[in-house]
């Protein structure tokens, strides 16, 4: 009989603990009120006497189910069972809830799409390549000694420079070094075609003087001279970006960048430039065209299809010239030869 006592006792006391937790929360509502208090951190309940995470969810989420997640967010809760009152619940906004219930996917990260990169030819020299400009470029600067006195100036020389006209420099300030070549003309209709620059290094300046500058040459491509001149330095990008050819275009190499007279690869100058759609990167093809007789006579005569026997690469430009890199020849160039844009 005392076996029955207790185990009705026990049963009664389980029952009650079980009705606390499934009281609903209009219920709690009425004895306790909604003590919530609104915080910088967020929304804050109080627990009341009774409270259970199954009620306060209910309350607030419209649903008990959300007890192990409002738990899992309030770590301070160490029994999810047992709330005392006066402890603090933390109330999650709608978006936040949301957030809880979605399972967590790991987001794929980010991957920039870079476009693809142009085709490009790498020139390392190209600083060191002239051009032919019909009005010379005004020099701001000549060199007119070089410590030590030697015949020949080349890279970490010291040289001393004089301005022209009323031009200042300042320490750091570079200029490229470079001559004019005697003024070149078309043999057929003597036109100047205009003066060669070339190229001879880089100088920078390093001390400023009332009447003149001292200067450390930086770089030499040839070698540098006394009275050579200086122009303002403009680094050139190395990758020549291939481009697309300008469409039948014809013109002629007026002449090799060192004047030699017949000549392979090595850098040449044409006789077309920016106003007749010649950009750096394109292409032109090196060509001869014979001329042959159809009768033994010689009264009737026609030209052959043309040859292609070389290529050149632009690699700057002017008004009307352009500066080109032969990058194949099958035999040797000379001055004059023809050029046109190469056959599709």
């Known amino acids: 009989m005392f076996r029955n006592i207790v185990f009705q006792i026990i049963v009664c006391f389980c029952a009650a603990i079980f009705a606390g937790l499934m009281r609903p929360a209009h219920v709690r509502s009425e004895e306790s009120g909604d003590k919530t208090l ?3 951190s967020g929304l804050y309940y109080t627990v009341q006497k009774g409270d259970t995470l199954w009620d ?6 419209d649903s008990p189910w959300i007890w192990p997640d409002l738990w899992e967010k309030n770590q301070e809760i160490t029994n999810p069972h047992w709330i005392y009152p006066g402890e603090r619940v933390r109330i999650f906004s709608r978006e936040e809830l949301e957030a809880m219930i979605r399972p967590e996917t790991e987001a794929e990260p980010e991957v920039a799409i870079q476009p693809p990169e142009s085709p490009y030819y790498l020139y390392p020299a190209i600083n060191s390549v002239g051009f032919i400009r019909k009005k010379p470029v005004s020099p701001p600067g000549t060199i007119f000694k070089v410590r030590g006195n030697k015949v020949m100036i080349s890279q970490r020389d010291l040289v001393y420079v004089r301005p022209i006209g009323k031009m200042t420099f300042e320490p750091g ?12 003309n078309d043999k057929d209709t003597k036109a100047l075609i205009g003066v060669q620059h070339y190229i001879l290094g880089v100088v920078e300046i390093t001390e400023v003087e009332p009447k003149f500058f001292t200067g450390r040459v930086l770089q030499s491509f040839r070698h540098i001279e006394l009275n050579d001149l200086l122009m303002p ?19 002629k190499i007026i002449c090799a960048e060192e004047r030699q007279g017949m000549f392979a690869d090595t850098v040449v100058f044409i006789d077309k430039g920016r106003k007749d759609g010649v950009k750096a990167g394109q292409s032109y093809s090196i060509y001869y065209q014979e001329r042959e007789y159809l009768d033994t006579k010689g009264k009737e ?10 290529k050149i690469l632009v690699l700057r430009t002017e008004e009307t010239t352009a500066t080109a890199l032969v990058t194949m020849a099958e035999k040797a160039i000379e001055p004059g030869a023809t050029i046109r844009t190469p056959p599709q």
């Open 56 to 61: 306060i969810s209910e309350h607030f989420y």
């Open 38 to 40: 609104k915080l910088q």
């Open 173 to 184: 300030d570079r200029f490229t070094v470079f001559r004019t070549l005697k003024p070149l």
């Open 301 to 310: 005569s026609i030209l052959l299809s043309p040859v292609d026997f070389g």
């Open 233 to 251: 330095y403009e680094p050139l990008s190395p990758k020549i970006t291939l481009t697309q050819s300008k469409e039948g275009l014809k013109g």
